[in-house]
């Protein structure tokens, strides 16, 4: 067994692992076969991912080094101090790469005409046009804030760039901070999109300006993470949607957990020994960045730069529309048969269309439904709130404790309430993260119920990006399981004893671990058989240890991870007959499929990733595909899934990430892409653009994949 930099024992530590997710983003970055927007916007993705792993991850590992510091963890047998040391060395890996991409991309780019340059790179003239605009439009807005005995350290902005200033009159230095200004861009438009430069240069060149009749000593930009993952205590006695918007509030004093800084800067000058002193934090907190400091910057500029018109950019994908999965055609095809859909290829309109239908028809008598985390503009909120306006019972189960998405929850709340709708939070201590609708229809003196189970949120908008699966399905096993479930969360019964469906707590976890050692005896007598697993993260040591065992039988186990993976492969005599992958690329890989094939083949999709809090903290669902048609579309999934060498990174025995040299060239999203463009050019006619243009979509789709 290979020693790793990543654990001493025979699991992985989850952060370092996700550390690794977020390399692999980045490295997105370097393929060619990507347009260059795209590839720039990576790296803008990696930064915006660091951000939320500063916030919620690290501050627990910090807080269990300052509790309890010597404590070795179980899995990796290091103390807490170890890992952040560790997590200090990967992460600054990833900012030397990102960063070294950043530039070559940016040259890139400036040979297409569009330039990021320094201030002293201008010319005259458009030195003292930046100089005009710096003193009417950006002076104004600045305020500096002096650090003396006089002036308390302010309460640094999380996530916003700001200078700090060392200033100096005859033998006195003083220290002051700027806030860069809130409502102005990042970057500050020279020549339109064709040059530009940033905003911090721009201030930087004119500080004389505002510290008038002192000398600059010495100027740099720093940036300040929060840690943003207080604990919610629920009190039983007061109202959660109050106890909601008190947390939030309290939320934001949360301690420091990363400091960044310009990477000119010594770090062991007096001014980052001031900060670091003033906020509290370590060496190994402070991240010395080799460019501008925060590139989702870049997720606004790159907007701009499109609207340039600039062929660098994925070629514009529509999702496949079936008509037989909108509308009322949907719930006719219901009554026959049951319906399973692959977003984002098949479009989430079915999904959307599926609750509107049922606002608007006369049959409906009520509509219950799990909502985690919802679209700005909800099409579907607003066909709930249509809904009970109509007279039809609506009871809408909305989590309000869905990380940074507590206020927009809070605010559909009150409009669902507000409309007539029934509200409730789910049960105590509990997050809810299923994602379940029922539709309950009378016609006559008979009742006519269709269920939707999903793996993701209901949201319209992360739908056009993220990969999920949508079942939907008529039949009595899964509307009784899916009508138990709603009354069990809604009201005071018993944990119902579901026919088809498995729910979490507990539930997923058992329903796995039967499953896996199932297939493990089954292949112990046959030496046939194996498991598939696709979900975000595998941490759950529980889990891991029954796929441990299932492989030391000799199954042979195909793990497909996006984020973070604790299982170790490769170890001899425990699991060496696993292979664990990760598929990164245009979609975000969000679905959960868990598959078993003995004398017969099982599929699950699920809401929850086989992590402790989804198996044991959370109620999830997960929800077995029966019928033929729908089984052999998941069937065909999974293989090209598994097909796919492209796209795919290879995690080692010793924790490492490896892409093997493909000869196929073969990638599941483009494929899924090819797919969902042919089936739509077989469509009748839906979009104004002519049907002649959809095989050579397909044609330059699968040439790009063949360069």
């Known amino acids: 067994m290979q020693d790793s930099p990543y654990t001493s024992r025979d699991y992985f530590h989850r952060d370092l692992s996700w550390l690794l997710f977020n390399k692999r983003v980045i490295q997105e970055a370097k393929d060619e076969k990507n347009p260059l927007i795209e590839r720039l916007r990576f790296l803008a993705i990696a930064s915006n991912n660091a951000d939320e792993f500063f916030m919620i991850r690290v501050p627990g590992i910090q807080s269990l080094a300052r509790m309890s510091g010597e404590k070795v963890d179980s899995r990796t047998g290091w103390t807490q101090e170890e890992i952040l ?42 030195k003292e046009k930046m100089t005009a605009y710096f003193q009417e439009m950006i002076l104004p807005s600045l305020t500096p804030i002096a650090l003396d005995a006089y002036h308390a350290f302010p309460k640094i902005v999380e996530k916003k760039a700001h200078l700090l200033v060392r200033v100096k009159d005859g033998d006195r230095e003083e220290r002051a901070i700027i806030p860069l200004p809130a409502l102005f861009p990042r970057y500050i438009q020279v020549e339109g999109m064709k040059q530009v430069i940033l905003i911090e240069d721009l201030i930087e060149q004119h500080l004389a300006q505002l510290f008038v009749g002192w000398k600059i000593v010495h100027s740099f930009v720093f940036r300040i993470t929060y840690d943003k993952d207080l604990a919610f205590e629920e009190d039983t006695e007061e109202n959660l949607f109050i106890q909601m918007e008190e947390y939030i509030q309290e939320r934001s004093k949360g301690l420091p957990s990363r400091l960044e800084i310009s990477e000119l800067q010594d770090r062991q000058s007096v001014d980052i020994a001031f900060l670091t002193h003033m906020l509290e934090l370590k060496d190994r907190d402070i991240y010395s960045i080799p460019g501008p400091l925060d590139l989702t910057y870049l997720f606004s500029y790159l907007e701009e730069l499109s609207k340039e018109g600039i062929d660098a950019v994925f070629p514009v994908f529509r999702p496949y529309v079936n008509q037989q999965w909108l509308g009322t055609k949907l719930y006719e095809t219901l009554d026959k048969q049951d319906v399973l859909i692959q977003h984002p290829y098949d479009s989430y309109e079915s999904v959307v269309s599926f609750i509107e239908t049922a606002a608007r028809d006369p049959h409906t008598i009520a509509i219950k439904q799990t909502l985690y985390r919802m679209a700005k503009n909800s099409r579907i909120v607003e066909a709930l709130k249509s809904a009970a306006r109509a007279g039809k019972q609506v009871t809408a189960l909305v989590e309000l404790k869905a990380r940074f998405d507590e206020e927009n929850n809070l605010h559909w709340v009150q409009e669902l309430e507000e409309a007539g709708c029934y509200v409730t939070y789910g049960l105590m201590h509990l997050k809810t993260h ?111 240890q029954s796929l441990y065992e299932a492989s030391q039988k000799g199954v042979p186990i195909h793990l497909l991870i996006r984020g973070a993976c604790c299982l170790r492969p490769g ?32 599929y699950w999709l699920s809401s929850a990733d086989a992590m402790t809090r989804n198996m044991m903290l959370r109620v999830e669902i997960a929800a077995p595909i029966e019928e033929a048609k729908a089984k052999q579309k998941m069937a065909d999934i999974v293989q090209i899934y598994q097909k796919d060498d492209y ?33 739509q050019a077989i469509q009748p006619k839906k979009y104004p653009e002519s049907q002649e243009n959809r095989p050579t979509w397909v044609k330059r789709i699968r040439h790009l994949w063949k360069k």
């Not at 790469?97 to 002293?120: F, H, I, P, R």
């Open 647 to 679: 796209k795919s990174y290879y995690l080692q025995n010793d924790g490492t990430y490896q892409r093997k040299v493909s000869t196929s060239f073969f990638s599941a999203q483009a494929t899924f892409v090819a797919n969902a463009i042919e089936q």
């Open 85 to 126: 040391e560790k997590l200090f060395a990967i992460q600054t890996e990833n900012v030397s790469e990102q960063y070294t991409l950043y530039q070559s991309l940016l040259s890139d780019l400036a040979k297409m005409g569009y330039e990021t340059v320094a201030y002293q790179e201008l010319s005259d003239t458009a």
């Open 571 to 602: 170890i001899p005599d425990k699991s060496e007959t696993i292979e664990v992958k990760s598929i990164v690329g245009r979609f975000l890989e969000h679905s959960r499929v868990y598959s078993f094939v003995t004398d017969h083949e099982e």
């Open 434 to 544: 299923s994602k379940a609708t029922l539709v309950v229809k009378k016609n006559g003196n008979q009742l006519q119920q269709y269920v939707h189970i999903g793996t993701g949120n209901y949201n319209e908008s992360t739908a056009r990006i993220y990969t999920d699966f949508s079942l939907f399905s008529s039949h009595t096993s899964y509307v009784e399981d899916v009508t138990a479930f709603f009354n069990y969360l809604s009201g005071y019964r018993e944990r119902p004893d579901y026919q088809k469906i498995a729910v979490s707590p507990e539930g997923i976890r058992q329903m796995l671990i039967e499953k896996i050692s199932a297939t493990a005896d089954y292949y112990e007598k046959t030496k046939t058989g194996s498991i598939f697993f696709k979900m975000n993260s595998l941490t759950d040591r529980v889990i891991i």
